[in-house]
């Protein structure tokens, strides 16, 4: 009798709870179809608020199948994804993508987002994937290999196709970077240092990529971060003092370099009944190349500067990574200050940051109330 109470118990507890439901479906080559063993393959949704983020992981069984399981009623997309192996990275990483708006699973945004109700099992995702090129090289600082420095290579034409890796961190290999899985085409580099103590870069290229090849590369070396003209200007005490605004203020030499140490604070003197727009984004020139940064997620603040108090903030208006904050009516005259800081330090004080790097901060004057859809 113990023995079935016991078995009967661990039935129970492993039983999937009724809400649960299923995703399954099978990776393998085309146009053979053989199966691809060990290939990763992503669950995501878009319930973070950050775009599209991935919730579950697995990898294909020797069959090439995968299922994942205790999947919660929602709107999912999924993602097939090589390892860093010579065999896998022939292959690019593809979205489901079966219907329009159609991209051959090369963009999330036409990837098709299945909709799972409570408790339903959704077979036949499969992905039968061509095979492509891919490409290594080494980051450096001129002396020394860089490890964990993000590496893009973005299609020349169409700067939403791209292919990202980032360089190794072990010290037998250090800034060493394999990109898996990269289309025919032409391409260019662009790297960036997630502190930011190294500038991005970008190398025009052209960098040619051919189906079946493994390209090796020169260094990639990056540059210094160049200083900050407007430090020390970390607290709202030091925060750098800006002329009385009439119209606009614009600054795009400003920097976060290193996470965790940087916020950056502009003040000047507003009169009650003054009213400014001020916005954040990473739309700055790098290389001489007009570029928004794909790794920089800038973050407001309004502060009033007696008391000192944080008044307003936003990160993600409009859209994920920029930032937007109308002041409303100013109500009493005095010293005001904007905060610029990264997404994860919501107190303005560079804990938690999770990006560093160039942004473009724009504040604008006006007498009346902006009217365009985002009013606070
Ligand atoms: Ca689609
Ligand atoms: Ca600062
Ligand atoms: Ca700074
Ligand atoms: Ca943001």
């Given at each position: 009798m113990r023995v079935r109470a016991a078995l009967f118990i661990g039935l129970v507890m492993s039983a999937p709870p009724a809400w649960a439901g299923s995703i399954a479906g099978q990776v393998s080559a085309s146009p053979d179809g053989t199966p691809i063993s060990g290939f990763a393959v992503n669950l995501l949704n878009a319930a973070g608020g950050k775009g599209w983020a991935v919730v579950q992981s697995l990898t294909t069984n020797a069959s090439g199948s995968y299922l994942f399981s205790g999947v919660a009623a929602g709107n999912y997309i999924i993602q097939a994804v090589p390892m860093n192996t010579p065999q896998q990275c022939l292959y690019a990483q593809r979205y489901f993508d079966s219907m329009a708006p159609y991209d051959a699973g090369r963009l999330d945004s036409s990837a098709d987002v299945i909709s799972i109700g409570a408790g339903t099992n959704i077979t036949g995702i499969n992905f039968a994937l061509n095979t492509v090129g891919s490409l290594?090289?080494?980051?450096?600082?001129?002396?020394?290999?860089?490890?964990?420095?993000?590496?893009?290579?973005?299609?020349?034409?169409?700067?939403?196709?791209?292919?990202?890796?980032?360089?190794?961190?072990?010290?037998?290999?250090?800034?060493?970077?394999?990109?898996?899985?990269?289309?025919?085409?032409?391409?260019?580099?662009?790297?960036?240092?997630?502190?930011?103590?190294?500038?991005d870069r970008i190398a025009p290229g052209p960098y040619i990529i051919i189906s079946g090849s493994q390209f090796t590369i020169g260094n990639l070396v990056m540059q210094p971060m160049p200083v900050d003209p407007y430090e020390p200007n970390s607290t709202l005490e030091t925060g750098t003092s800006l002329p009385s605004i009439s119209l606009s203020w614009d600054s795009s030499g400003a920097l976060l370099s290193t996470r965790g140490n940087d916020v950056d604070f502009y003040c000047f003197e507003a009169l009650a009944g003054d009213h400014y727009l001020i916005t954040t984004t990473t739309d700055v020139s790098i290389s001489g190349e007009p570029s928004t940064s794909p790794w920089v997620d800038p973050v407001l603040g309004w502060f009033s500067t007696s008391p000192a108090s944080l008044l307003l903030s936003n990160d993600d208006a409009p859209g994920q990574r920029n930032a937007r904050l109308e002041t409303g009516s100013v109500t009493i005259s005095g010293r005001y200050c904007v905060g610029v800081t990264t997404y994860g330090d919501p107190d303005f004080n560079g804990s938690g940051q999770a990006s560093a790097g160039r942004y473009a901060l724009h504040i604008l004057k006006s007498d009346t109330l902006f009217d365009d859809g985002f009013d606070p």
């Open positions: 290594q090289g080494t980051v450096t600082n001129g002396s020394v290999g860089l490890g964990g420095v993000q590496v893009r290579l973005q299609d020349r034409s169409d700067g939403r196709y791209h292919v990202d890796a980032v360089t190794s961190a072990s010290s037998g290999t250090l800034g060493t970077f394999t990109v898996c899985g990269v289309d025919p085409g032409s391409y260019l580099f662009w790297i960036h240092d997630l502190d930011a103590q190294y500038d």
